[in-house]
């Protein structure tokens, strides 16, 4: 992984043994990250849990943060002794980590230092945690021990509450690197040793010596206890705890970080009282500007924040002893902040709803005068439309959608003026983490689109990290965002609920002209079909049977399409529907007859004799019999002829089944203008239309349309042959359900 120094403190969040949520980690990356999936499969339960996480809030979502023990301060630190430091400032994680295990010697003191003034250094953080990893892991496994200190990898279980973060922290090692991977493969080698119920005490003594040599613990007992205010069972799915000392989990002390832990990003609670965070900021901002201004720095004339901002009477207390000019001076500089602050707050949170609403609001923060402070709203906020500021709104006149984006807008406002207030505290580079679940929500159509741009823009620029559960098609298909899937597992399956749609998927959709939203219908059957006119025709015949039987129509615009869905196995990975092929000209009974006798073959283990059964049964007399050879062959190959279905209708294109004269009306069948194209292709093969279609656009300048399918198809019962396949789609469903 290189220098840890290099990368963020965060690396990701785990699904350590939540009963809703596993599978794949979920890596922290700076940009979009999309997690989507229908309604009860966990987004908004895993927005939850990272949110609890990075906050050292234990929830009733069981995900914990993986993070990097890395010291990234360049200057000195001056740490108080562990027993007199304030629990209310945020530590650097590493810090944090050292301090807990530090023993009393590694603090340094000068001559005539007190005991509080010890100075923890830098260097003595690295060499504190990379003592405790060395002394977990032991010797005997040296690439184990060197792969574990380049990573500095700590599973951080929240333990605590809002007002009290806390953390129980394990030293991991990633299952995915190769001297892990070879440990793990030596544990359950050992594993497989384990002695039978009749064996003497000395060979029992020798298998428990041999577990007791790896630092890893049994994989039978790889659950371990949180504490917190709620005990819960946690099981890391991407890591491995280590600890050469012991063989049971339930004895492992993890490491307790109480208090709150600087990770190297801010969290952004976009979802807090608005008028509160102004009413907060405020205070901060005056108190912190009286302070570096003009120098109240004595216990009696400093002012610690908390003031209420709607009631100036503590500030009167507090100055009562200044001399009138000083305090004069004081009130002046203080209504100058204000001022500026109401006009910074008001033009951020007016550009920032323009950026999100399609019909903007123009947002003013008002400002009662000090005099009347004490007696109405302090701060107010109103808005009005940009068209017209005849009418003017507080935050519960405006629709639930406006109020939702402007409490979010207030709450970006605050935290960007505070860090733009607040450099000596908040680096230029540090990330700041967006939560938002479903930001679509009460939005419609054309505004979530307007919303969706405006994130992606917010997200283009550094340094932010934004997590979004949502549903909406326009984040989904942006090639600019992290897709990370959530499917329901069927209860006690263990297959994977969240898994990433990484690059080569997306490739693999694009190829088959399909987006990541294509995915999100969660059908029970995918019907891929060859073009737009099956689409059309299926449509108008069955739409509400498709809808009713959770069939959803993909185009794959031609038959050379069909073979990568296997190829790919994308669509077989991001969803559970089973998958049907309709193609035209063949015969639908003999294909039946053929994939059911090759599914046998493959059942009995005979792969080539499922392969040759194919090859003979469905003879190669056109380009769609190719596709469809092709498509079966490799689905045997990659084991997933369960999960397909060949169907075919026997005439030659799908146009054949509605009345020929409503395309040519001169023509008496179908019949006819094939045989007359075919005649041409014959005699002028060069100056011939080569295909069917194309070739009748041109010679009877007919346009193949929606419109005029659908005209065609108008005052028309569904003929036989697709009536047969809507059942068998059905059938298919069912069984699916």
Known sequence: MGDPSAEHVIVGFDFSGDPMLRGERLTFEEGLTVLYGLNGTGKSRLIRGIRGALLGVQTDVNVSLLARAVVTQEAGLFIPAPWRRQRDDARPFALALAQELADPSDYRAAPGQRSSEREFSPETVEAVVIRHIEAMVGWEYPELRAEVLDDRLFVLAPTGTEGAPSWDAYAVADRSRPAAEAVLQQLRQVEETYPDDDTDDDEFDAYVEKLRAIPFFATGGDVFIARGHRRVRVQPSSVELYNITMTDLLYESPVNLEGPIDFGVDVLTLEHDAVDATHDHFARLVAGALNDKLGFDGDEDSFDGTFSFGNPEYIRNLWHRLADERRKNAIEFIEQAIDAAAEQLSERVTTALQDVLLDALVARLEVAPSALRASM??????????????????????????????????????YWHRREHDASKLLSLRPAVYLL????????????????????????????????????????????????????????????????????????????????????????????????????????????????????????????????????????????????????????????????????????????????????????????SGFLREWLQAALKRDLDSRITPYALEAADIIDYLPVTAFVPQAESWAELHAQHQAERESAPTKTVKRFKPWLQQKF?????????????????????????????????????
């Open 437 to 624: 679940d479903e930001p679509e929500s009460a939005l419609h159509r054309a505004a979530e689109a307007f919303m969706a741009r405006s994130l992606l823009a917010r997200a283009k620029d550094a340094p932010r990290a934004l997590i979004v559960a949502t549903h909406s098609p326009e984040l989904l298909d942006t090639t600019e965002a992290r897709l990370v899937e959530l499917r329901h597992d069927g209860g006690d399956n263990r297959t994977p609920t969240v898994r990433r749609l990484d690059f080569a998927d997306r490739q693999a959709l694009d190829a088959l002209g399909l987006t990541p939203s294509d995915l999100l219908r969660w059908p029970r059957v995918l019907l891929l079909v060859e073009g737009m006119h099956d689409e059309v025709l299926l449509d108008h015949y069955f739409a509400d049977r498709l809808r009713a039987a959770r069939v959803d129509v993909l185009v794959l615009r031609g038959g050379t399409k069909l073979h990568p869905t296997v190829d790919s196995k994308v669509l077989f990975d991001h969803t559970e529907a089973h998958v049907v092929a309709l193609m035209d000209n063949e015969n639908a009974e003999t294909l039946t007859a053929t994939w059911a006798k090759a599914q046998v073959a493959a059942a009995q283990g005979n792969k080539q004799a499922a392969i040759d059964t194919v090859l003979h049964g469905i003879p190669l007399t056109s380009s769609e």
């Open 701 to 737: 300048q007919f346009r193949f349309t929606e419109e005029t399918l659908r005209a065609a198809a108008e005052g028309t019962t569904a003929p036989a042959e697709f009536e047969r396949f809507m059942k068998t789609l059905e059938s298919i469903s069912a069984a699916r359900g």
């Open 377 to 414: 709203p302090a701060l107010e906020w109103r808005f009005h439309r940009a068209s017209t500021a005849r009418v003017q709104v507080g935050l519960d006149g405006l629709s639930k959608a406006e109020r939702l984006w402007a409490e979010r807008s207030i709450n970006e406002a605050v």
